[in-house]
């Protein structure tokens, strides 16, 4: 099952595994701020962060780190990733599925997103 809807503004990405959410904010003509809001179902982890995607002149994006990742509604640090974290709890083979299954099939979606937002907004 997978359920996908974007309005322009914010985007919602739903399977079996989890959920996320992705609040999108013009911060310059070429820089977006996003929240991220994030769910694993199996371990019933409910995660966020915030980052900024800048266009870069050759056009693609440049992904910056992470800015106030939280798990549970405990801050976990500004070095922590979504890979540590998860990895930290799921296991090397049940982050690799984690990967497989939700994150790639949501940062597929975002990048596309990402591409619309900035040269439309």
Do not use: C
Request: charged share 25%; no cysteine.
């Amino acid at each position: 099952m997978i359920n996908y809807t974007f309005d322009g503004t914010k985007s919602t990405f739903k399977n079996d595994m989890g959920e996320v959410t992705i609040k999108f904010k013009k911060a310059s003509g070429t820089r977006v701020d996003i929240q991220v809001e994030m769910k694993h179902y199996a371990t019933n982890t409910f995660a966020t962060y915030k980052k900024y995607i800048a266009l870069v002149d050759n056009g693609s994006l440049q992904h910056y780190p992470i800015k106030e990742f939280t798990v549970q509604g405990v801050s976990v640090g500004e070095y922590n990733t979504v890979k540590k974290y998860f990895t930290h709890i799921l296991g090397e083979d049940g982050y690799k599925e984690f990967k497989e299954v939700f994150l790639n099939e949501y940062s597929l979606r975002l990048e596309i997103e990402l591409n619309w937002f900035i040269k439309r907004t």
